[in-house]
């Protein structure tokens, strides 16, 4: 009866998956009509003749199946961020999504350590790496591209702590600047692209539609000074901000990157995170 109950539970939890992968393409949709429509209420830029432009999407697919990043993939999505490194190689060269996903962008959106740099250079089609922190992992980052023979360079954004949580990673926004000279200078096999950040959820919660939230508007400081020291113009610099709950507010801001994961794939099970 044990060996019974046992088949239940894994068929149970088989059409359990099925359904919420279903699901996904309708989700998908909802995400991008509220990014569509935040969009078109916000002014355009400068010289942009009108035209607004909505920022990319990243669907956030991490402890998901490679199923759900299929369901994703066939609905018309292309960037999708994983954060666990052994998770991330195996799901990017998984047969199915070898073969029916060749244009996926991918991009690490979590806590890199240094030394699985190089394994996290094993995923195909890595697009991005957006939580550079520090000198010492920009140039590790750097050295696995060379090491793995890299044919272009690996895009890179800066993570910025703009909240100051002492449980968020991220360099000092006063650190910035210093970070930026080091990955253009001394890292020719790393593209910077521009910032990231993940903002404290409640300031987000507590702004209206016409406030902003303080750690976005610190993450626009930081590229306004990047710029200022490097001559770039600002519109060149990404700004990955913007989570499920607080990317209305994100976009309002000038987000061009918003990373998207449970309301599209769903509530997560971390149980097996830890070994990642």
């Not at 539970?9 to 309708?26: D, G, I």
């Not at 993939?73 to 960037?79: S, V």
């Not at 750690?215 to 710029?227: P, Q, V």
């Not at 801001?253 to 990642?276: E, H, P």
Request: glycine share 6%; charged share 20%; aromatic share 6%.
């Amino acid at each position: 009866m044990a060996q019974s109950g046992e088949t239940k539970t894994a068929a149970e939890c088989s059409a359990m998956m099925s359904t919420e992968c279903a699901a996904v393409p309708a989700a998908l949709r909802a995400v991008m009509e509220r990014i569509q429509h935040v969009t078109e209420e916000c002014e355009p830029p400068p010289d942009s003749q009108g035209v607004k432009k909505a920022p990319r999407l990243v669907a956030v697919s991490k402890v998901k199946p490679y199923e759900f990043v299929l369901a994703a993939y066939q609905a018309g999505q292309r960037h999708f961020g994983e954060s666990y490194v052994k998770e991330f190689v195996e799901k990017s060269n998984e047969e199915r999504v070898v073969a029916e996903a060749p244009d996926i962008q991918w991009h690490f959106i979590g806590h890199l350590q240094r030394n699985k740099c190089k394994q996290l250079l094993g995923v195909r089609n890595l697009w991005m790496v957006e939580t550079v922190d520090s000198e010492r992992l920009a140039t590790s980052l750097n050295t696995a591209c060379v090491s793995c023979q890299r044919d272009e360079p690996l895009h890179v954004l800066v993570q910025v702590n703009t909240s100051a949580e002492e449980n968020k990673h991220g360099c000092l926004p006063d650190y910035c600047c210093s970070l930026v000279r080091h990955i253009v200078q001394s890292c020719p096999r790393l593209k910077f692209a521009g910032l990231m950040t993940i903002g404290a959820l409640a300031r987000s919660l507590q702004c209206g539609k016409e406030d902003s939230n303080p750690d976005f508007m610190c993450l626009l400081s930081c590229r306004n000074a990047i710029c200022q020291e490097f001559s770039l113009n600002p519109d060149d610099l990404e700004l990955s901000m913007g989570m499920t709950n607080d990317m209305e507010s994100a976009i309002r801001l000038g987000s061009t990157n918003v990373r998207v994961g449970t309301a599209i794939f769903g509530a997560r099970n971390y149980a097996n995170a830890a070994t990642q």
